[in-house]
């Protein structure tokens, strides 16, 4: 697989100026140009999305086109009216097409229209590995367009929240929309956001009426018993209930990759306060590495939740990243098998490159039995594709980095990496990181898990931190002295006996 496109990227770029600088002696304020944009297997209309910035490096709005922080998205063919000038442009089809980007000019009075090819790089869904957001907001026309762009195969549509129901005083139509050619938005999405945290729901029949709550009464798993088919993912591993919600099995995944991390808000009486003061300030990485690491402490804890990712709107407030979460789905690909191989943990998130790993022909999730005190080696094979340079692939071993190899060893070894050793039941996973500025872009698999004689491992000082937790979230709780409140420190008790228990039985420090 290559890891550099800068020949593709020069020809593309020639192509491109070849197309658009097309000289006019005919005088006029606007230059007009219609660009059309096709797979180059298929040669069926592709979307993409392209941004247009001028020689003062301003971002151009495109009239008629739907536009996410000054980039425009094309559905086939974009019909742009510009005013003469030396313009730079970056084309993307999402992360399985290359790069396209350079300069070209339009001179006054310009009027034509060409068609550019674009050709994958990769495939993910002939490897049986398909694209996911679970959580996008917007028009459904909006997200169509969104998911055609950056080639999501599945997005859950949030259309109900703690503020508005779309579907108060309507008919519940159709809960999944079928458009482009297996592609699906699933229509019933839904969030709870309040004190305890955000939750984000899924495969619902009815939107759930949490516009009626206040901000800390009803805990959120006061709906539980109305969830049933349903998936339920928290918001980030740094929600304030999220011990909670653990404790209750409330939830079915976790969102450790997303724009909403980054920009995550700790008040003074968060329970990870602490942590989150220790991030220097101007760190972008910081909010998402202290969220990893709260991931890992989890998973410390014996507690197996898939990690998925999120993003996707139609607001100008927004980027237009590429945050998402591939599953692994053995057979024909549908809503119902996609989740399952979410909920089975055979994922991978990323907003960048494109990662596959397999251990000894399993898929992340798997479970691997071992005998306790027996040495057993696991051979990581790995199939890496990225636009972007990568710094280095690590593996993660019981939350701990265990190896780290630089890009030119995994070529060297081409794609198998060192093996990891376990005598003792544990976890491990592997994750890359590119050289990205601005925010942290990286990809990385669920965990695989080993366990030694039938038992997961279950770490004491993890546990107890979650128990810690608990005690912090139980003395920020902003509810006046009565039922109500006594019913929320009574829940928060119930989860510190669940994590105290865990300690008591932990089979690893």
Avoid at 141 to 156: H, K, Q, R
Avoid at 166 to 194: S, V
Avoid at 329 to 357: C, I, M, S, Y
């Amino acid at each position: 697989m290559p890891y550099s496109y800068l020949f593709a990227r020069i020809l593309a770029c020639l192509a491109l100026v070849a197309v658009l600088s097309i000289p006019s002696s005919v005088w006029a304020a606007y230059a007009n140009y219609e660009l059309r944009v096709v797979d180059a297997k298929t040669n069926l209309p592709c979307a993409a999305k392209i941004r247009i910035t001028d020689s003062r490096g301003n971002p151009k709005r495109i009239k008629g086109a739907l536009m996410i922080n000054g980039t425009a998205y094309i559905t086939g063919s974009l019909k742009m009216e510009l005013r003469p000038g030396q313009y730079q442009f970056r084309l993307d089809a999402g992360p399985e097409y290359p790069f396209m980007e350079g300069n070209f000019i339009l001179n006054s009075g310009d009027s034509d229209s060409r068609t550019i090819e674009l050709k994958r790089f990769i495939d993910m869904t002939q490897e049986g590995w398909y694209p996911g957001n679970v959580a996008m907001s917007g028009d459904t026309s909006d997200l169509e367009t969104i998911m055609m762009a950056d080639d999501l195969s599945l997005g859950n549509h949030i259309t109900w929240d703690n503020r508005l129901n779309q579907w108060a005083g309507k008919p519940i139509g159709a809960a999944i929309d079928e458009f482009g050619g297996d592609r699906y938005l699933l229509q019933l999405g839904g969030e709870d956001d309040r004190a305890g945290g955000k939750l984000w729901f899924s495969r619902l029949t009815s939107p759930l009426p949490v516009q009626r709550l206040s901000d800390e009464y009803p805990a959120a798993t006061f709906f539980q018993s109305d969830l049933k088919n349903a998936h339920v993912t928290a918001r980030s591993p740094l929600e304030p209930d999220l011990p909670l919600w653990v404790s209750q099995d409330l939830l079915d995944s976790i969102c450790i990759l997303s724009p909403e991390i980054e920009t995550y808000e700790f008040s003074e009486k968060h329970p990870l306060a602490e942590q989150a003061k220790q991030i220097r300030k101007g760190d972008v990485t910081g909010n998402s590495r202290l969220a990893l690491n709260t991931y890992y402490k989890l998973l410390e804890t014996g507690v197996r939740l898939p990690p998925v990712a999120a993003n996707g709107t139609a607001t100008e407030e927004q980027t237009s990243r590429l945050d998402r979460v591939y599953a692994r789905v053995e057979g024909t690909f549908t809503p119902d098998t996609w989740w399952k191989a979410v909920q089975e943990g055979q994922t991978f998130v990323t907003n960048g490159p494109l990662l596959r790993a397999n251990v000894e022909g399993k898929p992340p999730g798997h479970v691997f039995p071992i005998n306790i005190g027996e040495k057993h080696e696991f051979q990581i094979a790995l199939s890496l594709a990225t636009r972007q340079t990568i710094v280095y692939l690590e593996i993660i071993k019981n939350g701990e980095k265990d190896i780290e190899v630089s890009l030119e060893e995994y070529k060297s070894r081409q794609g198998v990496l060192p093996a990891v050793e376990f005598t003792d039941s544990g976890w491990f996973l592997v994750r890359v990181v590119t050289e990205e500025s601005g925010y942290f872009q990286y990809a990385m698999t669920a965990p695989f898990y080993v366990e030694a004689n039938g038992q997961p491992r279950v770490s004491k000082s993890a546990s107890e931190f979650f128990r810690d937790w608990v005690f912090r979230r139980a003395m920020s709780i902003n509810l006046p002295d009565g039922d109500q409140r006594n019913e929320i420190i009574d829940q928060q008790r119930e989860a510190r006996d669940f994590w105290q228990k865990r300690a008591k039985q932990a089979n690893a420090p």
